[in-house]
């Protein structure tokens, strides 16, 4: 076992961990933080992104070793008490889910591209969450979403 | 998927991780891990010991070096996008790493990792080669450069020695460059692909997924040097490769594919 020591949505944690266990199941088994999804398990489908140091990464293809010293958000960090972040608000009124499994991936993309490109056009949109697979939606609302998370300053 | 169980070492420096790497003969580096981690969960790698270099920041860099621009082997595609060192001398490794999985993919992987894991579906691998690039390496006796046509071995394979650490990459600055590829779907491997690059007023084109290791197309470079027409040239492109047949496409379809991004490059340089 090793000793990580992280933060995790603002939390200091510290934990031993095998070397092994990815930090996707990290922050679902041990942290009990299960809005970040296990969808395909083979770095494609990006249901289980979060922000590792303030940009997106696929849970599933880093170690929890690898996330020691560093700053974790997951889906249940974003949001302000009772107040949604705007991406969440944005996707809420777009209608940007229907089953919502891919949801909480898409969040932390959406909120990694805003960070690294605040007003992005269409095409960059979807190619910055090519990424995140929906299998409901198809697309188009969750480009109006990340539009609209764009213009209210997301 | 649960990768089988492994000792983990972080090295604080690139001489630590040499001798990490001396004290296990299964272990394996981990960079980024976007190539090794997945070949792990499917258990189709199963190293003994990872020593992971992914702090060593001082090997995140892209510098000036004169009549080469330096990379350092940690940088990761999502910097190389944005570099513009590359954006002024070396475009088609920033546009090529835009095209290399996804957004997440690419705020982990590296250039060094993607190299140093030898697959022939390789974007920057094929580059690296096109271009001539040196490789930096450094092992427990020292430090030596690597011509990039000596360090593809075979597939997966690279001429690295199991003690050295790939740190550099030295690339040629290029009066044009382009980089073309086919996919079937968003983030999937290069079915096919190509580059080209006008180098020292010489134009030199490799392959991607042609062969067990990316390609140098050497027929095509001479039929150009001999002023045949980026059609006549690209009929050459297939000459010497391994095209091979896959999910994603027959031989012969790759062949075929090839020659047409083959000639696409050499009209747009």
Redesign the interface.
């Known amino acids: 076992m090793?000793r990580i020591a992280l933060t995790v949505n603002g939390a200091s944690c510290e934990a031993d961990v095998?070397?092994?266990q990815?930090l996707a199941y990290f922050l679902r088994d041990t942290l009990g933080l299960t809005g970040t999804n296990v969808g395909c398990?083979?770095?494609?489908c990006?249901a289980c992104?979060v922000l590792?140091d303030g940009?997106?990464?696929?849970s599933?293809?880093?170690?929890a070793?690898?996330a020691?010293d560093c700053a974790v958000t997951t889906v249940e960090g974003i949001a302000d008490g009772d107040e949604l972040h705007p991406v969440q608000q944005a996707f809420h009124e777009q209608h940007a889910l229907q089953c919502g499994y891919c949801t909480p991936g898409f969040l932390m993309?959406t909120i990694?591209?805003l960070k690294e490109n605040p007003d992005p056009s269409e095409d960059e949109i979807r190619h910055?969450?090519?990424?995140?697979l929906c299998r409901c939606t198809g697309y188009h609302n969750i480009v109006l979403a990340v539009q609209a998370a764009a213009r209210a300053g997301a | 998927m649960i990768p089988a169980a492994f000792e983990y070492a972080r090295a604080g420096s690139v001489d630590e991780a040499v001798s990490l790497l001396g004290s296990d003969e299964d272990a394996k580096l981990l960079a980024g891990g976007h190539s090794l981690i997945p070949l792990m969960r499917l258990r189709f790698a199963r190293p003994s010991l990872l020593v992971d270099i992914g702090r060593l920041d001082d090997l995140r860099y892209v510098r000036d070096g004169g009549e080469r621009i330096a990379i350092g082997a940690l940088t990761r595609h999502a910097q190389l996008v944005r570099d513009p060192l590359l954006a002024q001398h070396c475009a088609l490794i920033a546009e090529a790493a835009a095209g290399i999985g996804d957004a997440q993919v690419r705020h982990r992987g590296t250039i060094g990792g993607s190299i140093a894991h030898g697959d022939p579906a390789s974007d920057l691998a094929t580059i690296v080669l096109t271009l001539d690039a040196e490789l930096v390496a450094r092992g427990p006796d020292g430090e030596r450069t690597i011509p990039a046509a000596e360090f593809f071995a075979g597939m997966f394979e690279t001429a690295l020695a199991r003690q050295e650490v790939l740190t550099e990459i030295r690339v040629p600055k290029v009066a044009a460059g382009v980089y073309l590829k086919v996919e079937r779907r968003a983030q999937d491997w290069a079915t096919v692909g190509v580059a080209a690059a006008r180098v020292d007023g010489h134009v030199q084109v490799g392959l991607t997924s042609m062969g067990p290791t990316p390609l140098r197309a050497r027929s095509v470079e001479e039929a150009v040097a001999g002023g045949a027409s980026p059609a006549d040239a690209a009929a050459h492109t297939a000459d010497g490769t391994m095209p091979p047949s896959d999910v994603n496409g027959s031989g012969e379809y790759r062949a075929h594919l090839a020659q047409v991004l083959v000639q696409r490059a050499l009209e747009q340089l």
């Open positions: 090793t095998e070397p092994r990815l398990d083979t770095t494609s990006g992104t590792l940009e997106s990464v696929k599933c293809t880093v170690f070793v690898q020691d993309a990694s591209l910055a969450l090519e990424g995140n």
